[in-house]
Structures are given as structure tokens and as C-alpha cells.
């Protein structure tokens, strides 16, 4: 049984109800709702079949930008000596409650949750992450563990321009240690990554101190912003007893002025923070790295202590943040994890990246989807023969485009400049009797004669092959 309420997908939409029989998947249900509610209008009528508001299809002329993206990020993350991790996207609600923080925006207003089942589709991967963590005793194996995770999260949220209900991120922690120059180094991980991918962006840092000294500052803030309530929005008025360092954070142009001359917590932090924050930008000065002092970055999640940083570009017609993160000295031990266990990572959105490649390329592609050969066979022994000789260059690692449909001369040729093959094999009945087919350059329309051997031709095309 599921409880419907109009216009959703019911129980995933915060606050809405699912009742589902404890003998139906979980998983069948969600793919039955979505059809109903897809397919058939109240009325009865069909509705043309699309992606849900906020869920985008990635199609294969932007996979090789994904797939640019995604080997980028594994070369250098290897190069730090990062092993990969691969995560549920269901979790237990409590989960996110507990760490995210249960007065921040993602767990008020944007999980997807079944609220019956207490599972919600992960917001975000750090948590998920160190619940393995804990659960594997991964920190027994080794005290320090370096860890990334590349997937899709899930968020209720408004859709925009590199912002979508259903995001990719890639993920990347350090689990059991407070070291300084971890945090150094983790930064500079992050923006050799983003520019070994051609992104510039400029670099934002900030601490949040630690449970020592924050509380102090949190008072201090608080009292300010008690005494300009009535100018602030209605959330930042919540927020102002509830989290008020939120408030630094709120998007608001009038609470951004209001805040403006609030307290910094640069200036509140213990001896210990102050000179764990001034090491952190002693390695970043000898690795290199530029950046600039953001006292009012607070990031949107409950469990970040000391260092934070954000990654931001102007590039994409506003101010946004291609990645972020920071440290997280406590959340491990109160997911049930080692006391005092150390914590800190930073994520990357995929889509942003991803927007930021096309713009830089101007519409040019990287070139790694285009076919090393496309074969135009004439005549049904023509195609026969080239059946298998195409299936011969795939094993010699050469990219191939065949014609199966029995196509004219002129009809294959369009096909294989527009699939931008770099040569093409013409193979008619007579050039299969003489074992020799024509090689022509797409690009020069050179041609040339070529043995009809796998062998032969994958000597004659290598040159070709990027």
C-alpha cells in the first residue's frame, strides 16, 4: 500500500508518508510510483515519457567528458596514494541526522526519505563513507586511511544551472589523522586536480575552531544577531538560536549586509586551533598554493570543526563553488567510531565540472569518441568478410564503425564523416578478391591501397590513433 499525495513521488519528499507491504521491494515500489505517476495524468491520459524535474541523462557525447573527468581525478588521487571506495546510496536516516545535523537545511527541507522504512537516498558521501569505516574497522587495518568514492547523491532542492536533484560527486577523505600538513596537502590535492582539468578557480579558507572555543564565539554571534532580527529573513530569525553560525552562510542579500560586521571566528579561536590554522597555511605557502581568508565560510553541514575550504569560480555567470570541504575532528566517534578519531575530506560536483570543461572547450570535443576507422562494405561477401575483420581490428585495441545495414557507397560515407571517423575502408566484392581494399583520409581524402589483413592494418592506422 502507498499512501499517494499529489504531485510527488510519495515518500520522498520530506515530510510525505510511504506505507509499502514488507512483502514488495523496496526498490520495485519506488520504479512502480514513478511510472504511474509519469506515464498516466489524473484523467487517465498518457503523458509523454521524461526525465523526472531536477534528474538529467547523461548522453554519449558528454560521457567522455565525465569519463575525462572521472580518470583525471583517479590518476591524481593514486598519485597521493587515495584507494577507492564504493558506497550504498540507501542509508539509515539517522545517519544523516546524526552527522549532517538535524537543523540544517539538507536534513529539514531536502532528503529523500521513506519515512516509514527510516532510509534516505545519501545527501552527500562523507557520512556513508565513515560508516564503513566504522563498520569494517578500517582504522584496525591501517591508523591512517586515505579514501575517495565517486557516485550520485540526492538532494530536494530547487534545479539550476550545475545543481540538480540527482549530483555526482567525487569524495575524498582522511580518516586518523589531525596532522596540519594533511589538511595542507588535501588542498593541494584538490587544486592540482582542478588544474590538471584546465578549471581555475581561486581558493577560500577559513576555520570554524573546535569544540573548545566555538561555543564562546557561537554566544557572541548570537547576540549579535538578536539584535538585528528584524531585518533578517525568516530562516536566518530560526536559525539565529538554533544554528546561528548558519546565518553567516544564508544567500539573503539583506541578511548578507546585516552580517557584514559580525564578530570573525579568526578572532575567537584557542591557542591550539590558532596554530593548527596557522600550520595549515604554512604548508599550503610551501606547497604553492594561493588562497584567500574567508571568515564568514561556515559550509551548510553541522560537523565541521577547524579548517574549511571552498574552491570557487566566477565562471559560470555567478560566484559558485565547484568543491568544498574541511575537517571533522568529532563526527567519527559520534557515528560510533574511535574516540577522538580524526577526520577531514572535501568533495567535488561532477556537473560543475563538467559545465566548466564544455565552456573552456568552446564546443570542441577531447576527440576520444571518434572512431580510429569506420569500414564501408559493398556487396553481401563484402560485408560478410568485413564482419569479422572489424571484430579482429576491436581486438587489436582500434576503435571501429561498421555499416551492417547494406548501404550505398555515398550513403556510408556521409554516416562516417558525420560519426568524424578518422579514415575509412571501402571493401567492395572486387577489392575482397584482390585482398586489397582503399584507405581514405577523412581529413586529407588521400587514399591509398591497404591489405585486408587486421594485422597489417592496425600497423597502418596506429599513426592515426590519438
Avoid at 522504512?117 to 562523507?126: L, N, S, V
Avoid at 546585516?258 to 591550539?272: G, T
Wanted: some cysteine.
Amino acid at each position: 500500500m502507498i499512501a499517494l499525495r499529489k504531485g510527488w513521488i510519495i515518500g520522498l519528499k520530506p515530510g510525505a508518508s510511504l506505507t509499502i507491504s514488507e512483502n514488495c521491494g523496496l526498490f520495485c515500489i519506488f520504479l512502480i510510483t514513478i511510472i504511474i505517476q509519469q506515464v498516466v495524468s489524473p484523467g487517465g491520459k498518457n503523458l509523454k515519457l521524461q526525465a523526472l524535474n531536477g534528474f538529467k541523462d547523461v548522453l554519449p557525447g558528454d560521457v567522455e567528458l565525465w569519463q575525462h573527468v572521472e580518470s583525471t581525478a583517479r590518476n591524481v588521487f593514486a598519485r597521493y596514494d587515495f584507494s577507492e571506495i564504493r558506497l550504498p546510496i540507501l542509508e539509515p536516516t539517522e545517519l544523516f541526522a546524526r552527522s549532517i545535523g538535524e537543523t540544517t537545511d539538507i536534513v529539514e527541507k531536502e532528503m529523500y526519505t521513506f519515512v516509514d522504512k527510516k532510509i534516505t537516498m545519501r545527501p552527500e558521501a562523507t557520512a556513508s563513507l565513515i560508516r564503513a569505516y566504522i563498520e569494517h574497522g578500517l582504522y584496525v587495518q591501517k591508523p591512517v586511511q586515505r579514501l575517495f568514492t565517486i557516485g550520485p547523491m540526492f538532494r530536494h532542492e530547487r534545479p539550476q544551472k550545475g545543481r540538480l536533484r540527482q549530483f555526482h560527486q567525487m569524495d575524498v577523505e582522511v580518516l586518523g589523522s589531525q596532522n596540519p600538513r594533511v589538511d595542507a596537502e588535501l588542498v593541494a590535492m584538490g587544486a592540482m586536480l582542478l588544474q590538471e582539468l584546465g578549471i581555475s578557480v581561486s581558493l577560500e579558507l577559513n576555520s570554524l575552531g573546535c569544540p573548545a572555543c566555538r561555543p564562546a564565539y557561537r554566544l557572541q554571534l548570537q547576540d549579535f544577531l538578536v539584535q538585528r532580527l528584524g531585518t533578517l529573513c525568516d530562516d536566518c530569525k530560526r536559525r539565529s538560536t538554533t544554528n546561528p553560525l548558519r546565518v553567516l552562510d544564508c544567500k539573503n542579500p539583506g541578511c548578507r549586509a546585516q552580517v557584514s560586521n559580525a564578530p570573525s571566528i579568526l578572532e575567537h579561536l584557542c591557542p591550539e586551533c590558532d596554530r593548527h590554522f596557522a600550520e595549515v597555511q604554512a604548508g599550503l605557502g610551501q606547497l604553492g598554493v594561493k588562497y584567500s581568508l574567508n571568515k564568514f565560510m561556515v559550509r551548510g553541514l553541522d560537523y565541521y570543526t577547524r579548517t574549511t575550504f571552498e574552491f570557487i569560480t566566477t565562471d559560470l555567470g555567478a560566484q559558485a563553488a565547484v568543491g568544498a570541504g574541511g575537517r571533522y575532528d568529532g563526527l567519527i566517534e559520534q557515528l560510533g567510531g574511535p574516540k577522538g578519531a580524526p577526520g577531514i575530506g572535501f568533495a567535488l560536483g561532477m556537473e560543475r565540472l563538467v559545465l566548466l570543461l564544455q565552456q573552456n572547450a568552446g564546443g570542441e570535443s577531447l576527440g576520444s569518441r571518434y572512431p580510429d576507422l569506420f569500414i564501408a562494405a559493398l556487396g553481401p561477401s563484402a560485408s560478410e568478410f568485413c564482419f569479422g575483420l572489424a571484430h579482429e581490428l576491436r581486438s587489436l585495441d582500434l576503435r571501429v564503425a561498421l555499416d551492417l545495414e547494406g548501404r550505398s557507397l555515398k550513403s556510408q560515407m556521409k554516416q562516417a564523416d558525420k560519426a568524424r571517423a578518422s579514415r575509412v575502408l571501402i571493401v567492395g566484392e572486387d577489392e575482397l578478391k584482390a585482398g586489397r581494399g582503399v584507405l581514405r583520409d577523412m581529413k586529407t581524402k588521400d587514399e591509398q591501397q591497404a591489405e585486408l589483413r587486421a594485422d597489417v592494418l592496425q600497423r597502418t592506422l596506429r599513426p592515426a590513433k590519438n
